[in-house]
Structure formats: C-alpha cells, structure tokens
C-alpha cells in the first residue's frame, strides 16, 4: 500500500432506501493526482456514495474526512465550497438560463450590490477555452438549446471554474462522441497532473484503461474488489456480476430466419443524405458504421419520420410509404429508441410501470392499438422488466428513486413491448452495464426472429460489430461500404474515412 494520504477518505459508509439498502459499509478513498475508477453494476450504489459524500445524502452511518478533517456536509453547496464538485449523471442545469449563468448559479460575481455581468461573461470563456473550439456556444447561449454534450461541456465548465481539488464524474462520455471524449480525458490528464482527485464512474472498460491509476468495484452496495492497478478487463466484469459473462454476443441470424424485406428504401435523399438505398429485412440486424456526422443519426431520423427523405421511393411490406411525422411512423409500425433517456419523456413523477407502458397508450388509436400485435399488457410488461433485470423495490416506485441504469431499461421495455415492425436502436446501451448489455441485446435478436428489421446506431464499434448479422458504412450522409459479421475494426474504420466517392465495397450479396 501506498503511504500516500488521500485527498478525501470515505469509512464505513451505510445507506438505506425505503426497501433497500444502497450502501453496506462502504469505504473508499482518493488520493490527489489520481483517477480512482468506480465501477458496477446499474443499481450497485455508485452514484448514491458519491451523493453522500457531496451531502445530497447523508449517510446512515460512517465518517467522511476531507485533507485529514472529519467533514459532514448537509447541502452539495456546502461541499462545492470545500472544493468537492460532482459531476451528475443526470445534469442538474437550468434550460432557461445562460450557460454563463448556470456556471456561476448561487455564487454569481457582484460588484457592489449588482450581478457582475462582464466578469461572469469573461470567467465563463475563460473556462471554455479548455475545450478549444469544439464547443460552439457561447456564455450566452440559453442552456436549453444545447445538445446532450453541450450540456455536459457545461458542467464540466462548472467544475473547473470552481477550481475544486475533487472532481467526482459520473459516467461523462455517455453522451460524448470519439473526439470529444478524447478531449476529456486530455482534460482529466491535465487535471491529475495538477494534483487534483478525480472520481470516474464508467460502465466502458476501455476508459477504465485509458484513464485510471486505481479501480473499485462495487456490487450490491458493498465493495467487491479493490485494484491497485488497472486489472485485466475479464477481473473487473467478474467482480461486477459475480461470475465470468458467458457469450457477450447472442447468435447472428440463422439463413432459414433470414425473411421478406419490410422496409425498403430506394435512391432516398434529403438535405443531409444523398441516394440511400437500403433493404431491411425481418430478422436480420443491420448496424450502421461511421464517424460522427456521417449521416447514421440523420437515416434513423429520416426513417422515423422525423426528418423525413424529399425524394426517392420508400415501401413497408410492399406498400409505399410517406411518411411525414414520427407519430406516422409508429403508427405503421416503425419505432425508434434513442439513446438520450432526457428526450424520451421519461415522467420522474410516475412510476417504473407507467413510464414502461406509456407509449402503448399513447400510440392507441380509435380503432386500436396500430402495432401487430394487441396491446401490450401488465404481463408483458413485467416480463420484459424481468428479462432486463431491472433493479427497483417494486415497479410501482416512483421511476425516480431507481438507478440511471434502470431507468434506461423501463425505456428499452417500453418500446420492445409494442413489438414493431422496423425497429431502430440508437445508442441503445448507453449507461447500461456489462451485464445488462447483454439482455439487450438478446432482446433484439429475440425481436429480429420474432420477424423485425432492426436498424442498430451505436458509436460502440464493438458492439455494432458484434450483434449486427450485416453493417453499413456511412460517410458524407451516404452508404458507402457494406460488410458481413466478422469484418474488423481496422476494415470498417476504412471504409468510414474514405471519401464519399470511393467505390461501394460489396461485402455480401
Ligand atoms: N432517492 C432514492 N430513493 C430510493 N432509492 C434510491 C434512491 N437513489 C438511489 N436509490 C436506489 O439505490 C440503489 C443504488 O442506486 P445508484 O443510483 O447509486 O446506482 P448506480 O450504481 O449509480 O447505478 P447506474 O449505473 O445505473 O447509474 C438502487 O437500488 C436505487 O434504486
Ligand atoms: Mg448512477
């Protein structure tokens, strides 16, 4: 053991919930100048030990100390000022405020008795230099305008220009794309190097090893294992789920599973996209490849009616299809499941079964439920809760008092449950842990024999690589390669950053 002291020093932490006990007896420390990685399951207590150390919680039991002091903070105001910053996974940023303002919210500069506009304006792009020029927005742009990553370029701002010795973050690349995130971790070197403690919760292993000088899992509430050292990733998975995983990865499409084309899309353009001809087929996943900007997210949204083709023919199960809205688009069968739990209208107020079963309703017309098959009912819905493991002291809690996880999994369950004829997955795994992944992507390929086409939007490679029967590669708003299972990373990196007139690979018939 290191004779190091640590910068902050959790003992024996306890908390409970009404019906759960979130934290058993936790400790945990960080010293200054490292990046101690907390890891584990959706539910396993990360972010509920990192409420209690910022005082969102108080802990039932145990002892905090901070540079050697016992501290007890009852407000995360409190810890802020003792340089303590936490980085949320679910932003707590105001939308109708300026990013200037949301920096600087409850310690705004004054001079005399007045709001020191200047000088916040000044602060606030000094702090935004740190991401270079990649952030384009300003200190005055109103916070409810900016993207997911936007947004946690903003709070990050908020933690630097507090210059706080602790800078805890909570899964901060799920909404991130590859440059950004490398952005970050340049900045999360930069910040080690200046002696500063940082706290990384991630569900992404490759960060773990990109960025991490100590890892902590945790499991259930209690501590599994502690490394001193980055650990072989197969360690880590083990002490998250209690086991070595089996296939990570379900089986591809069987030939005989392989169906009709459902969706096809003839010569499509719009102004983001140029001539997509594209067949999707019941029972095949097709994953879609390509560097940020390449056009996958705006296929999934011209597919889903939301920004729709201008020209070029699209059929559903043979019949021509226009469509003008996403609400269209579910009608006739056509769903898509964003990444982003924030734009899914989750309602925190509801509980995990309303918010699972929310677009059955809301997708019923007159004359019934649209979808193939009836109404998804409470026993579906809770079979598929069950099948995603979802974490909660009941489906009737509030959806709130659940785990960002977990909440991501009563969204996953409410789109499955309508069984649709062409489904799109975009980012469908963001903040969902090892384990879980897995169901879900059992659950497409369940979908996918059960006769869907599923398009697959992801920015994990790997995965899209992994589950995918077939992958198309985007570059320039165009397909520009086609490739079975088993290629390499190395080939479809390749063909993504080619031009947009290098000859379409055929890779299958
Ligand atoms: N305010 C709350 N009320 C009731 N239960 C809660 C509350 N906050 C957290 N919990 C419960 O405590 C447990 C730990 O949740 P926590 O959010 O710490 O998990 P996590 O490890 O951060 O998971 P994830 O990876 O999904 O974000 C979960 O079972 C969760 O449902
Ligand atoms: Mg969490």
């Known amino acids: 053991m290191s004779k190091v002291k640590p910068l902050f020093e959790m003992r024996g932490i306890t908390k409970a919930f009404p019906g759960i006990l979130a934290l058993d007896d936790v400790s945990f420390d960080c010293r200054a100048g490292e990046v101690h990685a907390l890891v584990g399951e959706n539910g396993a207590g990360k972010s509920t030990l990192m409420k209690v150390l910022s005082g969102v919680y108080q802990a039932d039991a145990g002892e905090i100390f901070l540079q050697g002091e016992k501290v007890a903070f009852l407000h995360p105001l409190e810890s802020l000022k003792q340089g303590v910053s936490v980085i949320y996974q679910e932003f707590s940023l105001l939308p109708d405020r300026s990013v200037a303002e949301n920096i600087f919210l409850g310690r705004e500069p004054m001079r005399g008795l007045f709001l020191d506009k200047q000088s916040m304006r000044e602060m606030t792009q000094t702090v935004l ?21 936007q947004q946690q370029m903003v709070e990050i701002a908020k933690a630097l220009s507090l210059e706080a010795q602790v800078i805890v973050m909570d899964e901060p690349t799920a909404a991130l794309n590859d440059s950004e995130c490398e952005l970050l971790f340049n900045l999360i070197d930069d910040l080690r190097k200046q002696g500063r403690s940082i706290v990384y919760i991630t569900h992404r292993i490759r960060e773990i090893k990109r960025l991490a000088d100590r890892v902590t899992v945790i499991k259930d509430g209690k501590i599994a294992a502690r490394f001193d050292h980055v650990p072989e990733t197969d360690q880590i998975v083990e002490a998250m789920v209690g086991r070595t995983l089996g296939q990570f990865y379900p089986e591809l499409a069987a030939p005989d599973e392989i169906g009709e084309t459902v969706l096809r899309i003839e010569d499509c353009s719009n102004a983001r996209l140029h001539n997509i001809s594209l067949d999707l087929k019941a029972g095949v996943i097709t994953g879609f490849a390509g560097v940020q900007g390449a056009g996958r997210a705006a296929l999934a949204m011209a597919v889903f009616g939301a920004d729709p083709f201008v020209s070029g023919a699209v059929t559903l199960e043979g019949k021509p299809l226009n469509l003008t809205s996403p609400r269209q688009a579910a009608q006739a069968g056509i769903v898509m499941l964003p990444g982003d739990r924030k734009a899914q209208g989750l309602s925190l107020m509801q509980s995990v079964f309303d918010n699972a079963f929310i677009s059955a309703r809301a997708f019923s017309t007159p004359l019934g439920n649209p ?19 979802t974490r909660a002291a009941s489906y009737d809690v509030e959806i709130k008092s659940l785990s960002g996880g977990n909440q991501q999994k009563a969204i996953v369950a409410r789109w499955l449950a309508l069984k649709p004829k062409v489904l799109i997955f975009v980012e469908p795994t963001r903040g969902i842990d090892v384990n879980t992944k897995s169901a879900i992507y059992r659950q497409m390929r369940k979908l996918a024999q059960q006769g869907a086409a599923i398009m697959m939007i992801s920015s994990d490679l790997p995965e899209v690589l992994g589950v995918s029967d077939r992958i198309m590669v985007m570059s320039d708003g165009r397909i520009v390669a086609e490739f079975p299972n088993g290629v390499s990373e190395a080939d479809v990196m390749r063909a993504a950053t080619h031009s947009a007139d290098e000859q379409i690979v055929q890779g299958v018939a």
Do not use: C, P, Y
């Open 129 to 149: 230099k740190m991401f270079g020029d990649k952030h384009n927005f300003s200190a005055e742009t109103l916070v409810g305008t900016l993207d997911v990553a």
């Open 371 to 389: 979808f193939r098959t009836n109404h998804a009912d409470r026993n579906d819905i809770q079979k598929l809760l069950d099948q995603l493991d």
